[in-house]
């Protein structure tokens, strides 16, 4: 009996632990196919000091050298013009008509498709940005001089399903997260070691719960709150930027905050009950 409410405990802690790293490496993965266009010909990421041309059938940015090696044609399946061109104002101001900004003041997206099989297939579907929103054209990372979200720049993904998508995952892995925090600290009473080694466990593992729990039924909402304020027609204020990074901040360094508190937990646990007699006896 005893056995097995070790190996539940123990489990709840890892699986626990597994989901946090498992987010982390999610949204490692999802971000780093958000924030940097590509070229659509060679898929690689384009740098600010390359030259581009602008497709003006579909309004696509390219290399200039990627375009000049495929006859001077856009490198996206498409209907209609696809010669390449420096893009100058005339031209973009041409493609502006065409391509009509949402109406809700979202970003536009569209799916776009590379030509030629000469990559494989999981990389020859792309996402070109149409239209940007305030906050997007003004989003940059550090080390650029301009947003690298413009029209006509392709993604591997949208950026904003990118966040969508990782505000589901954070959730699901806070609710796995409370779930598997009320088994551990249940467990935690009837497992070995006990005494002081156990106080902290037990310790530990209810700041863990509670610091989840807050990022669950507080955090989140607030995040998701300013997000909507980011997705509007206006641009938003330098002071509403500031406090959506530094509501991520928060939730990173909650998310990490439990991540410690866990492992911490799970490294007590696997102490065995000999080496802290073991210890005792040294010290006495
Ligand atoms: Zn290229
Ligand atoms: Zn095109």
Redesign the pocket.
Known sequence: MRRSIVAIHVVALAVWLGSLAFSFQVAGRLFGGARKPV?P??L?TTTETETLVVCVGCGAL??Q??AKARNGLCSLEHLGLRECVPPDENVLGKLRKIVTPSLTGTSSWTRVRRTGEDVPPERRLLWRLDACTPALSEKKDEGESKSRFVPGACFELPYPAVGDSLARVFEGSQVLGIILGVIGLGTAFLTRPGGAMRLMRAGALALALGLNAWLLFSLSPDIAAKRLALDAPGAPTAEEKAAFGKLHGMSLGGSVGVALLVLTALTLASVRREDVVSSETATA
Do not use: E, G, T
């Open positions: 070229c010909a060679c690689k390219q290399h050298a990627c």
